[in-house]
């Protein structure tokens, strides 16, 4: 499906009935990464957003800047366009900075958030550099480098001798994107806030999920995220690198079905 959303056109799934479930995406993938889920989601009685974030997957990749304020605001207007007034939104990685902005800017469109292999900290100025440098070699060279790095960091050791599938079907998502959008998205991730002195303020049920053999954002980020945050629930899944969701899908599942029935949604 797409919408007309704050001036671009925005692709997403929109499955099922019920109370909403949005899931954000991570850099430099799209709304593909949530097929493990969709199925599981709706047949639980659920109704599943997956969009597609500006420059990314069917989305339009206009030139920048873009921020997590933009992608925020982005789908905020998706949800008003789909008649969403509140809304569980997870986000994995890149999505969960996404997700960090709308809990503070947008409190009252979330039921609950649910963090999945990511962290509340900004980028150091050393980072910062990085990003900045990946960025200008995305639009100079495309996105080969860029991929080149992903590919070493976002399986578990065992998914790469056991699932080379996956990791093909996911480097092929990879190297499908605009070279802005991926560009748009670093610099985006790379003036992040830092929200960890905000988290004790958060009155949201949340979820934090991590994975255990994470190299992309170590466990450690996952656990100390979830320490900081008033009204949690910590999900560690084992086997699994930062692609959770794909590796261990029915951990992940189970996970995050288990939290979302706790809540009273309607």
Aim: proline residues 6%; aromatic residues 8%; negative net charge.
């Amino acid at each position: 499906m797409k919408s007309r959303i704050n001036g671009i056109t925005m692709g997403f799934d929109d499955s099922g009935s019920g109370p909403a479930v949005c899931l954000i995406h991570g850099f430099p993938l799209d709304r593909r990464m949530w097929q493990p889920q969709v199925s599981s989601l709706v047949s639980a009685g659920y109704r599943v957003i997956a969009p597609d974030l500006r420059g990314f997957g069917e989305s339009d990749a206009p030139d920048g800047p873009y921020s997590m304020e933009l992608f925020a605001d982005d789908l905020v207007g998706l949800l008003n366009s789909l008649g969403i007034g509140r809304a569980v939104v997870g986000g994995m990685s890149m999505g969960g900075y996404v997700l960090l902005n709308m809990v503070e800017r947008y409190p009252e469109r979330l039921a609950a958030a649910c963090f999945i292999v990511t962290r509340s900290g900004a980028d150091d100025e050393a980072g910062k550099e990085k990003r900045l440098m990946l960025a200008r070699d995305l639009l100079e060279f495309g996105p080969n480098g860029v991929v080149e790095i992903f590919d070493k960091t976002l399986f578990a050791a065992e998914t790469v001798l056991v699932r080379p599938d996956l990791l093909e079907e996911v480097h092929g998502w990879m190297m499908e994107k605009d070279p802005r959008g991926l560009a748009g998205g670093l610099l985006a991730i790379s003036e992040r806030k830092d929200y960890t002195p905000l988290l004790a303020g958060f009155s949201l049920p949340t979820l934090v999920i991590g994975a255990e053999q994470d190299q992309a954002i170590p466990v450690e980020n996952a656990r100390a995220l979830a320490a900081r945050l008033p009204w949690h629930n910590l999900c560690v899944i084992p086997r699994a690198g930062h692609l959770v969701n794909l590796e261990q899908p029915k951990a992940f599942n189970n996970c995050l079905l288990d939290f979302l029935h706790t809540l009273s949604l309607n």
